[in-house]
């Protein structure tokens, strides 16, 4: 059975980096049927997609975030981690991570979420 | 890239029958039959519901069901229950090759 564990620091300053590493069990990074996204809450407010990554190493970013945001993925881990730079109080949110299957693009399995607050 | 266009909240009573809907445009829902919903309940992560328009996972009841036409995805719900108040969130797949979602959709169950 497929399982997500979001991990990394809940508090980040104004202006420093965000980074998030997703472990993966049960399953493998290596897969080809799948991308491996994240996805973003902020409290009281809608999903918002980040960016996927292939095995290969293609990624796609959200425009909106595109110059702030790297994924990477590490095989050797089963992982996949996002650093978002240049953080402010509107990047504060519950991050998840996902599997995003690659033949509807559905997300069919999700990690628990891990809260992260932007504060000085 | 805007985000797809939901209805704020919905509510119907138990055993009733409910809709929602999700608009795009013919460069996301319009253009693909890559139009997933998911349903999230208080502190918990979102849950695949329905995927490629219409199809249902292993698992998900025969009550959830999905639809297109034009630029506009829907989820129905029939004869709702208790359990189904939650908020609902359709995404899809773009021209771009980005995702986006809705803003999400919270179910009463009255």
């Known amino acids: 059975q497929l399982q997500l564990q979001e991990s990394g620091p809940g508090l980040v300053k104004p202006s420093e980096t965000l980074s998030l590493t997703c472990t993966v069990s049960g399953g493998s990074v290596s897969s080809g049927s799948y991308y491996w996204s994240w996805i973003r809450q902020p409290p009281g407010k809608g999903l918002e997609w980040i960016t996927y990554?292939?095995?290969?190493?293609?990624?796609i970013y959200n425009p909106s975030l595109k110059s702030r945001v790297t994924i990477s993925l590490d095989t050797s881990k089963n992982q996949f981690s996002l650093n978002l730079n240049s953080v402010t109080a509107a990047d504060t949110a519950v991050y998840y991570c996902?599997?995003?299957?690659?033949?509807?693009?559905?997300?069919?399995?999700w990690g628990q979420g891990t809260l992260v607050t932007v504060s000085s | 890239q805007s985000a797809l266009t939901q209805p704020a909240s919905v509510s119907g009573s138990p055993g009733q029958s409910i809709t929602i809907s999700c608009t795009g445009t013919?460069?996301?829902?319009?253009?693909?039959?890559?139009v997933s919903w998911y349903q999230q309940h208080p502190g918990k992560a979102p849950k695949l519901m329905i995927y490629?328009?219409?199809n249902r996972p292993s698992g998900v009841s025969n009550r959830f069901s999905g639809s297109k036409s034009g630029n506009t995805a829907s989820l129905t719900i029939s004869g709702l229950q208790a359990e189904d108040e939650a908020d609902y969130y359709c995404s899809s797949y773009t021209t771009s090759s980005t995702l986006v979602f809705g803003g999400g959709t919270k179910l009463t169950v009255l």
């Open positions: 013919s460069s996301d829902v319009g253009g693909y039959n890559f």
């Open positions: 990554i292939y095995y290969s190493g293609t990624t």
């Open positions: 490629e328009v219409s």
């Open positions: 996902g599997r995003l299957t690659n033949s509807g693009f559905n997300f069919d399995s």
